[in-house]
């Protein structure tokens, strides 16, 4: 069974940063891909990044390019998304997913697993 397990969310101010990771287990073959995406209430769940396992070629949304940064531990089956400059439009839940595709990683449609998600709230 698959299990995505997240961690690191939590309350900071304005300008601070948080890391967040999210281990995958429970498969004898890795999945391809995996992503972050974000949700805040009354609103659809929004991409933030993604990478590949493989490769490690990773894409961002434009309103995190340049403050979010996404790796993977592959020994590990880790993924981290570090979190910068956060602003308080960063607030949201956080969800960690992983997909046995390399397109539309930018939709959650793509993603077949879920974590069950970790709070960000940032303070202005």
């Known amino acids: 069974q698959v299990q995505l397990v997240e961690s690191g969310g939590g309350l900071v101010q304005a300008g601070a940063s948080l890391r967040l990771s999210c281990a995958d287990s429970g498969r004898t073959v890795r999945s391809n891909a995996m992503g972050w995406f974000r949700q805040t209430p009354g609103k659809e769940r929004e991409f933030v990044a993604f990478i590949t396992w493989a490769s490690g070629g990773t894409h961002y949304s434009d309103s995190v390019k340049g403050r979010f940064a996404i790796s993977r531990d592959n020994a590990k089956n880790t993924v981290s998304l570090q979190m910068n400059s956060l602003k308080s439009e960063d607030t949201a839940v956080y969800y960690c997913?992983?997909?046995?595709?390399?397109?539309?990683?930018?939709?959650?449609?793509?993603?077949?697993?879920w974590g069950q998600g970790t709070q960000v709230t940032v303070s202005s």
């Open positions: 997913a992983a997909s046995d595709r390399l397109t539309a990683l930018t939709t959650a449609a793509a993603y077949a697993y």
